[in-house]
């Protein structure tokens, strides 16, 4: 290769799928884009995309190039923050990942007390699913990943926030709601509304009905917890949920909040960090923040 030019366009159009939007995203004309990632494929003598009309997607060899390039400039990134750091040691660069509902519930008052303790630090958060901010944690693209502990991984450490447990939000004029417990004969007959399919909390709650032989009825999958609840209050499904998400509109009876039938589903939140890697006091702080933060959500 060249230079990085040509694995920074190359990222671009692997993370878009899509040409136009890599070359929107740089600034670039679509032909220069399409220059760039034929210059570089010839380099290395092999295809890195499959084109089928406007579809693209990646091929074996440009998912292990992606993997690489993006501890390129993981690296490069590093590079540039060790030198503003010995130019400057009151300053630094904090980058979190964080899955979306910590991000709305958990990050904001950590964050507010972070940045009046270290306010020369740079901070940039990518929200994203655990097993997305995990990947990114890897791949050191960020520095701590804010995640439901969904499997051991050996190249990280796991600094506990809390545990909860999920349970059945309903509308108030649900059946369930008026009995006071789930049916578990009826479970397979509910329309779900779920978060990501790609989230650790989909694949907890997924793995639940098929122990309960329950097999999701015509479930609605949406991005944001806020228009779940609003679906269930509309009585238009039932979800699987920590009892702290809905704190309010059960307070306000809005909602309602049963228990699963079968046993306690229990998720693990915490923050990951890189094995063997030492924390810097920024990071230990930011630890500690949301540690804090974690207790009101118990």
Not at 120 to 144: H, K, M, N, Q, W
Not at 205 to 231: N, T
Request: hydrophobic share 45%.
């Amino acid at each position: 290769m060249e230079d990085v030019h040509q694995l920074k366009v190359f990222v671009a159009v692997a993370e878009n799928l899509s040409f136009t939007r890599a070359a929107e995203s740089l600034y670039l004309t679509q032909s220069a884009v399409s220059h760039q990632i034929a210059k570089l494929e010839q380099q290395l003598g092999v295809a890195l995309l499959l084109r089928q009309g406007r579809a693209v997607s990646l091929t074996a060899v440009g998912q292990s190039l992606l993997t690489h390039a993006r501890r390129v400039f993981a690296a490069l990134e590093d590079a540039a923050a060790a030198v503003r750091q010995a130019a400057r040691p009151d300053a630094g660069r904090l980058r979190i990942g964080a899955t979306s509902t910590a991000c709305q519930y958990l990050i904001p008052e950590a964050l507010r007390e972070f940045r009046e303790c270290f306010p020369g630090y740079s901070l940039s958060i990518l929200p994203g699913d655990s097993p997305v901010v995990a990947e990114r944690l890897t791949e050191g693209s960020i520095d701590l990943a804010v995640m439901i502990r969904h499997e051991r991984r050996s190249r990280m450490v796991y600094h506990h926030l809390f545990t909860d447990e999920l349970g059945m939000l309903v509308s108030p004029l649900h059946p369930w709601a008026k009995s006071g417990k789930v049916d578990r004969q009826q479970l397979g007959e509910q329309r779900l509304v779920h978060y990501s399919r790609n989230s650790a909390t989909f694949r907890l709650v997924d793995r639940y009905f098929a122990r309960m032989r329950a097999p999701l009825h015509d479930p609605i999958e949406l991005g944001s917890m806020e228009a779940i609840k609003e679906l269930v209050k509309l009585g238009l499904g039932v979800s699987v949920v920590a009892r702290w998400i809905a704190r309010s509109e059960i307070a306000e009876r809005s909602l309602v909040w049963l228990p699963l039938p079968g046993g306690r589903l229990k998720r693990s939140w915490c923050i990951a960090t890189p094995s063997g890697k030492k924390l810097s006091v920024a990071e230990q702080t930011f630890i500690g923040l949301c540690q804090d933060a974690a207790g009101a959500l118990r």
